[in-house]
């Protein structure tokens, strides 16, 4: 079952108020959340007259309990409550592998589970930063260093008295070495 596609701004001075009072709750409840933070409702597909329900905290209690935010409604009409939620005893036990997955959702939650949920923007989100990280490996593992780009195979230009100088930026990426120039002048 699909992930339910819901998504509302947090409101910013009741969750603080409602991580600083709460037991198990973060020491610092303003490096939790920041203003701007929306939350995606995290329930599989419901009917309309289910909450809608993000996770914010988990409390560190003995009665596995944690904070949720809960909404309904649209526009001007939409109505939030932070509630402190038991988490659901549902729990999905796989004999061939010998695994066991509990539900991450709260007690009496509506729909599925969450082992039965899937969340194809966060797959999608997953795959492309593992390829990213896949191709900054590989790029690692390619012959020469950081700090001695490959010499260029590519024609060099006839050599001048004076070689001309090109500006050199940093990557677009945020990586901090340089750029090469499109080519060199230096044999190969």
Known sequence: MLQCTAVTHVPYAEA?????TMEGGPEHPPEVIEPEDFVLCELGDHDESAEHAGHLWAADTPDDQDLWLLWSGTGAHRVHRLDMLRLCPAVLSELATRTVTTCAFFDHHPG????SVTDPLGDLIAAHVHSEVRRLVAEDDAPGTPDAPARSTALAPPADPKPPTYPTSTRPDGDDRRIPPPWTSAPP
């Open 112 to 115: 599925p589970h969450s082992f």
């Open 16 to 20: 603080l108020l409602a991580l600083a």
